[in-house]
C-alpha cells in the first residue's frame, strides 16, 4: 500500500500538536504510517479523550445504592427494583447539526439509541435539549426546521417515543447550535450488557449497515471551533437510516437473549476505530482485524477510511466460538449486514490486516494511558466576573404594567408553547407515554407495571454565563425539582457539558465553575451523575456567528415513581386555594438575569439566584410526599419568568384561570414579587389547604397563600387595587403564537 509521508502538515490536519505527535512517536518507538496517525488523531481528540476535561470530571459523584454502572460504559445504569434497571445518556451532535441540521440532529438521535440499546436495554423515551441563535439570524429559521425535522424524522421511524425536552434562544449560539439528545431504556438487571473483550481467539463480529466514506474525521471536527469554512465540513456529516436502526434493536435485543454475546459496543464517533480500541483496551486485550472483510458501500476503500468512517447503524461484538451461525442468522433474518472481522488476541496490540499485509501495528496501553491529559489554566472567580462584565442590577426596578408584561415574557422566544415543535414528535407509540411535553417533567410506565420513570432535561445558561458555579448548582437542583413535581423520587443524573475553547482560560472557568456547582449539588441532593458526554470548542469565527457560546451544562435527571397514577400534572383544576410552597432563599425577589429583566427592561445584569440545597431538598420531599398523599392536584415549579409566569402555564394547562393576591409580600416590589425567580419554589392548586399547612409544618418548610383558581383570567390585586386583569385567552394567543410565526406556513422546506 503507497503511503503518503508524515508531514507536519499532515499532522496538523489531524487534529494534533506538535507536542502530542511527540507522545505518538513516543509510544510508537518509530514514526507512523497514515492509518495509525488516523486512528491516534480520533483517538486522542477531544470529542474521544475528554483531555481537557478528564481531570475535573472526577470531582462529580457517581456512586450511589441504586447505581449499577456508573461513567465509563456507553451509559449509565440504576436499579429500578423488581429486577429491572433504567439505562440512559445524553450526547451532543452540535457541529454536525449546524452545518447539515436534518442529519446532524437524525444520526445525534441514532447514536444515542445505540449507546442504550448496545447495554442491553430497549428504548422507551427520546429527549432533546436544543439551543439556537437569535431568532431574527438569517440562518435560525432553516436550522430549527431541519434539526426538529430531523429529530421527529429519525425518532417517529425508529418508533421511540420522543417525550420532552428544552430550547433557548440567545445571539451567543448564532455561528454554533446545540443539539443534545438523550435516551432512557429498560432492561433486566441480569441481562446487562458490558463493552470489555475477553477470551483470546474469541471471534470480532461486524453487524449492522455497510462501512461508507461518510463521517470520516467526524470526531476531529467536532473537537476544533468554526472557522470561515464550516459548510466545507459537510462531508464529516453523517447520513442516517432509522428504519435500519429499527431492525438493529430488533435484531440485537433478540440475540442478547441468548448466551452468546461476550461484549458489544456501537460504532459511534470515530467509528471502527473508537468502538474496538475501547472493547480491547478495557478487556486489556489485543485485537487483530481482516480488513477485507469489513463490509463495504462504496468501492476501493483503504483501510484509513474504513476505520475513521462514522457510517451509522453499526455495531462491533465479541461472541462466544462457535456461536457464529446462531448470531449469523438472526442479523440475516433481520436483513442486516453480518461479517466476521478479526479475533481477540493476547497481544496487547491493535493489528490491522489489508491485502494480505499488516497496515497498522499499535500498543494499545499507550494509546489509552499516555492519552494526552491537560490541567488547562483558568481564571479565579473574581477574575472570572471582571472578564464577563456583568452589570449589577440596578436599583428601584418595578413594573406599573404587569398585564402587559405578562404577555410579553408569554409570547417571548424562551418562554413560548414549544407546541410546534413537540407536535412533531410521535410522543405516544409504545402506549406508555403518562405525561409528554408541556410539563415539568415526562412520565413513562414502566411497561406491564405500575412503576413509572420520570425524565427531565434542564440548565439555564444565562446564569451560568453570570456565575458557573451558581449555573452548575441551579443546573443540578432544576432536574431535581421537576422531577419531584410529578411526584417522582430523583435517582441520577446524565449530563452534555457544552462550552466553548477550553484552551482560553476564562473559558476553563466555567467548565470549572460548573463542575463543582454540579458536584455540591449532586452530593446534596443525592442525585449521582452516571453518564454523559462533553463537548468543548463550541464557538464560530463564521460570518454572522458569535464567538463562543454560552456555558451550557445540559442535564438529563430520571427518577422513578411506584404508581404512575399517582403523578400530578401542572393543569389547575377550578375553585381550588393556590400556594407557593418554599423559602424565598437569601433575601428573596431575585430578579438578577431573569428573563423579565432581559425581555422587559432590555437589560442583563446582576447575579443568578442563589441556590440552598438543604432547603432544595427538604421542599422536594414535601412537594414528593404531598403527591403521593393526594394532597395536591397541580404542582409546578417557579422557574423562567418568575412566579406570575408558572401561575399562567398552569391556567393554560388546564384551562382555568386564577386570582393573584401579591399582599402577601406588599413591601416587595410588584416585579420582583410576579416575575423574580428565587430558586426552590412550587406552586400549588389544592383543595386539601389544612393538609398541606399540616405537612409542611412538621416538615418545617414555608409555604404562602396566593390566591385562588377559577373564572376565565389571570388577574393580580385584592379588595382594594387590581393591578392586573388578563384573559387566558390573550395569553393563549400570545404564548402559542412565538413559532407559527416564526417558521411561517412553510416551515417544513425552511
Known amino acids: 500500500m503507497s503511503e503518503s509521508p508524515i508531514t507536519p502538515q499532515v499532522v496538523a490536519e489531524h487534529g494534533l500538536s506538535p507536542e502530542e505527535y511527540e507522545r505518538v512517536l513516543h509510544a510508537l518507538g518509530r514514526e507512523p504510517n497514515l492509518v495509525e496517525l488516523g486512528i491516534f488523531s480520533v483517538m486522542w481528540s477531544e470529542h474521544c479523550s475528554y483531555k481537557s476535561s478528564r481531570i475535573h470530571l472526577k470531582k462529580l459523584p457517581t456512586e450511589a445504592p441504586w447505581v449499577i454502572c456508573g461513567p465509563g460504559e456507553n451509559a449509565g445504569v440504576i436499579d429500578i427494583g423488581d429486577g429491572q434497571a433504567a439505562i440512559f445518556k445524553m450526547e451532543s451532535h452540535n457541529h454536525p447539526s449546524y452545518i447539515e441540521p436534518y442529519q446532524g440532529a437524525a444520526t445525534g438521535v441514532g447514536g444515542i439509541l445505540r449507546d442504550v440499546f448496545t447495554m442491553g436495554a430497549r428504548p422507551v423515551a427520546n429527549l432533546n435539549a436544543l439551543r439556537f441563535g437569535r431568532p431574527d439570524h438569517p440562518k435560525m429559521r432553516h436550522l430549527i426546521a431541519g434539526v ?3 429529530i421527529g424524522g429519525y425518532g417517529n421511524c425508529v418508533g421511540v417515543p420522543t417525550v420532552g425536552g428544552e430550547v433557548n434562544f440567545h445571539k451567543a449560539y448564532d455561528g454554533n447550535i446545540l443539539v443534545n439528545a438523550m435516551t432512557v431504556g429498560v432492561a433486566e438487571t441480569d441481562k446487562i450488557f458490558y463493552s470489555a473483550a475477553s ?33 466545507e465540513k459537510r462531508p464529516t456529516v453523517q447520513v442516517g437510516d432509522p428504519f435500519t436502526e429499527k431492525l438493529l434493536i430488533e435484531a440485537c435485543l433478540e440475540l442478547m437473549a441468548s448466551d452468546a454475546i461476550v461484549a458489544i459496543q456501537d460504532m459511534g464517533a470515530a467509528g471502527l476505530t473508537s468502538s474496538s480500541v475501547e472493547m480491547a483496551s478495557k478487556g486489556g486485550v489485543g485485537i487483530e482485524l481482516d480488513m477485507n472483510k469489513v463490509p463495504q458501500r462504496e468501492t476501493g476503500m483503504t483501510p484509513y477510511e474504513m476505520m475513521l468512517s462514522e457510517s451509522q447503524e453499526r455495531m462491533l461484538m465479541v461472541l462466544k466460538p462457535g456461536r457464529e451461525a446462531e448470531a449469523e442468522a438472526i442479523f440475516r433474518k433481520w436483513e442486516l449486514d453480518f461479517a466476521v472481522i478479526g479475533t481477540v488476541t493476547d497481544t496487547g496490540r491493535m493489528v490491522l490486516k489489508f491485502n494480505g499485509e499488516t497496515v497498522c501495528d499499535i500498543p494499545l496501553a499507550p494509546l489509552a494511558d499516555e492519552a494526552p491529559l491537560y490541567d488547562r489554566p483558568h481564571v479565579s472567580r473574581e477574575e472570572y466576573k471582571v472578564w464577563a462584565g456583568v452589570k449589577p442590577l440596578e436599583e428601584g426596578l418595578d413594573t406599573l404594567t404587569p398585564d402587559a408584561d405578562l404577555l410579553k415574557l408569554m409570547a417571548s422566544p424562551d418562554i413560548a408553547s414549544r407546541r410546534w415543535i413537540w407536535e412533531q414528535y410521535d410522543s405516544q407509540v409504545g402506549a406508555d407515554t403518562v405525561q409528554k411535553s408541556g410539563g415539568d417533567a415526562a412520565v413513562v ?53 457544552n462550552f466553548a475553547n477550553p484552551q482560553r482560560p ?32 463550541n464557538e464560530s469565527k463564521a460570518t454572522g456567528g458569535g464567538s463562543a457560546i454560552l456555558p451550557t ?75 403521593r398523599e393526594g394532597f395536591v392536584s397541580a404542582v409546578h415549579d417557579v422557574s423562567d419568568g418568575g412566579l406570575l409566569v408558572a401561575i399562567a402555564e398552569m391556567a393554560l394547562a388546564g384551562n382555568v384561570g386564577c386570582v393573584v393576591n401579591p399582599n402577601w409580600e406588599s413591601e416587595v416590589p410588584l416585579a420582583a414579587q410576579m416575575f423574580g425567580e428565587d430558586q426552590g419554589r412550587y406552586v400549588i392548586g389544592t383543595s386539601k389547604s389544612e393538609d398541606l399547612v399540616r405537612l409542611a409544618e412538621a416538615a418545617e418548610v414555608p409555604v404562602i397563600w396566593i390566591g385562588r383558581t377559577g373564572g376565565a383570567d389571570i388577574t393580580v390585586g385584592d379588595d382594594i387595587t387590581n393591578f392586573a386583569q388578563v384573559p387566558l385567552a390573550d395569553i393563549s394567543r400570545a404564548h402559542e403564537g412565538f413559532f407559527p410565526t416564526l417558521m411561517g406556513k412553510d416551515a417544513a422546506l425552511a
Open 148 to 150: 426538529v425535522g430531523g
Open 199 to 231: 477470551g483470546v481467539g474469541n471471534p470480532i463480529v461486524y453487524v449492522g449497515s455497510k462501512t461508507g466514506r461518510d463521517g470520516i474525521h467526524g470526531a476531529t471536527m467536532a473537537s476544533a471551533d468554526f472557522g470561515e469554512d464550516s459548510e
Open 445 to 497: 410506565r414502566v411497561h406491564g407495571t405500575n412503576k413509572a420513570l420520570a425524565i427531565t432535561t434542564d440548565c439555564t445558561p444565562r446564569y451560568c454565563y453570570a456565575d458557573p458555579y451558581e449555573g452548575g448548582k441551579q443546573a443540578i437542583a432544576e432536574a431535581y425539582r421537576n422531577l419531584s413535581a410529578v411526584g417522582a423520587t430523583p435517582l441520577a443524573v446524565t449530563n452534555c457539558l
Open 506 to 537: 476564562e473559558i476553563m472557568a466555567q467548565i470549572v465553575g460548573c463542575l463543582e456547582g454540579m458536584s455540591e449539588a449532586c452530593r446534596a441532593l443525592d442525585f449521582p451523575i452516571v453518564s454523559g458526554n462533553v463537548s468543548l470548542y
Open 553 to 627: 451544562p445540559a442535564i438529563g435527571g430520571v427518577g422513578l415513581m411506584p404508581d404512575w397514577e399517582k403523578s400530578a400534572t401542572i393543569a389547575f383544576r377550578e375553585f381550588q386555594d393556590v400556594w407557593v410552597v418554599g423559602s424565598k432563599t437569601h433575601g428573596g425577589n431575585h430578579l438578577g438575569q431573569s428573563l423579565w429583566l432581559r425581555e422587559i427592561q432590555g437589560k442583563e445584569g446582576g447575579p443568578p439566584p442563589p441556590v440552598d440545597l438543604i432547603a432544595e431538598r427538604k421542599t422536594a420531599q414535601l412537594i414528593r410526599n404531598l403527591i
